[in-house]
């Protein structure tokens, strides 16, 4: 199986950064490709970005394009969020997910979570 240990989140005032990172262990073939979701109270989960491990996969939601950056340490099996220019709408719970048929935009897509991250950001 597969686990996944997310830290990071935090408080942060409106245009700044943080850096989240996700932690996977467990079968490779159960996390062919990692992505980052977010839900925030009363809304549905939102897709933020995703990558697979050769790089050759990155996609990022349209609310967070340009000031999101996924990437990837395969030595240390883990999965980073680099966050900037953060604005309060970016509050919310923020997931890891492990995909095993290579990623994709929709929760259903993905077959194992972390426990989430709170990020809240300021005004």
């Known amino acids: 199986q597969v686990q996944l240990v997310e830290s990071g989140g935090g408080l942060v005032q409106a245009g700044g950064s943080l850096r989240l990172s996700c932690a996977a262990s467990?079968?490779?073939?159960?996390?062919?490709?990692m992505g980052w979701f977010r839900q925030a109270p009363g809304k549905e989960r939102e897709f933020v970005a995703g990558?697979?491990?050769?790089?050759?996969?990155?996609v990022y939601g349209d609310s967070v394009k340009g000031r999101f950056t996924i990437s990837t340490d395969n030595a240390k099996n883990t999965v980073y969020l680099e966050m900037n220019s953060l604005k309060p709408e970016d509050t919310a719970v923020y997931y890891c997910?492990?995909?095993?048929?290579?990623?994709?935009?929709?929760?259903?897509?993905?077959?194992?979570w972390g426990q989430g991250t709170q990020v809240t950001v300021s005004s």
């Open positions: 997910g492990a995909s095993a048929v290579g990623g994709g935009r929709w929760p259903k897509d993905y077959d194992y």
């Open positions: 467990g079968r490779t073939y159960s996390r062919a490709a």
């Open positions: 990558i697979n491990w050769s790089g050759s996969w990155i």
